[in-house]
């Protein structure tokens, strides 16, 4: 009844994440945190044990309530951020092109858990939540309700940030070879296919259309649905 680690049980998403979409996101409420509040909310490998709470087991991390500690393939977790318990709202967002992963709560971002988060690095992995003790309950959002935490700002501020750096780099790219004398421009035409504006045009249209609508208050995510 969650006295010791022995009670502990995991369930994880039946499909694995994918690398077809920049950011992946998903949210979970807490129904209730039962006598303990033991609950661990993150990702781990496809075929990790579920008799352990997330991130306790190798390739597998969790954000846990009890103590607002992060663990990372380790059964020693850090200090992350804030607790949660009962009504909170935790999401987690894992962005491929930057390689960042962290975690919401009621909305809020928290600061970056992960950098260096490459998921060609790693074996397949899925979304998994925790728990030890009597009465503990908890609800899964993967888009079809709306977020607490506003992902479709978060991605357009995201696009703006980072075509500015494609643009950037692009132009050092091109005076490094006008200082040089050349006028082969075959190494920047791929950042300048990739930074221009029907590039953008597509992105935003794959994304929209990953959500199966084009409205702006609807639901947003990028992963699990078929």
Not at 8 to 23: K, Q, T, V
Not at 59 to 86: A, E, I, R
Not at 122 to 140: D, T
Request: net charge positive.
């Amino acid at each position: 009844f969650g006295g010791s680690d022995e009670d502990s049980a995991a369930i994880r998403g039946n499909i694995e994440i994918l690398n077809n979409n920049p950011i992946n996101y998903f949210e979970v409420k807490i129904l209730n945190t039962g006598r303990e509040g033991f609950i661990g909310i993150g990702l781990a490998h496809y075929y990790c044990d579920l008799d352990r709470l997330p991130g306790w087991e190798m390739y597998s991390f969790g954000y846990h309530g009890d103590d607002g500690h992060l663990f990372d393939c380790s059964g020693t977790g850090k200090k992350y951020g804030p607790k949660f318990w009962k009504g909170d709202v935790i999401g987690i967002c894992w962005n491929f092109m930057e390689k960042t992963i962290f975690f919401t709560k009621n909305g809020t971002g928290l600061s970056i858990a992960f950098h260096q988060y490459s998921w060609f690095d790693l074996p397949s992995l899925a979304p998994i939540i925790g728990l030890r003790s009597e009465g503990e309950s908890i609800q899964a959002n993967f888009g079809k309700k709306f977020f607490e935490f506003d992902i479709e700002a978060y991605f357009i501020q995201f696009t703006i940030h980072h075509m500015f750096r494609i643009n950037f780099l692009g132009k050092i790219i091109s005076l490094q070879k006008v200082i040089k004398g050349k006028n082969d421009d075959t190494f920047t035409k791929p950042l300048k296919s990739f930074s221009n504006k029907k590039f953008k045009k597509i992105l935003v249209n794959n994304i929209f259309k990953k959500k199966g609508t084009t409205n702006q208050n609807t639901s947003f995510f990028f992963f699990w649905r078929k």
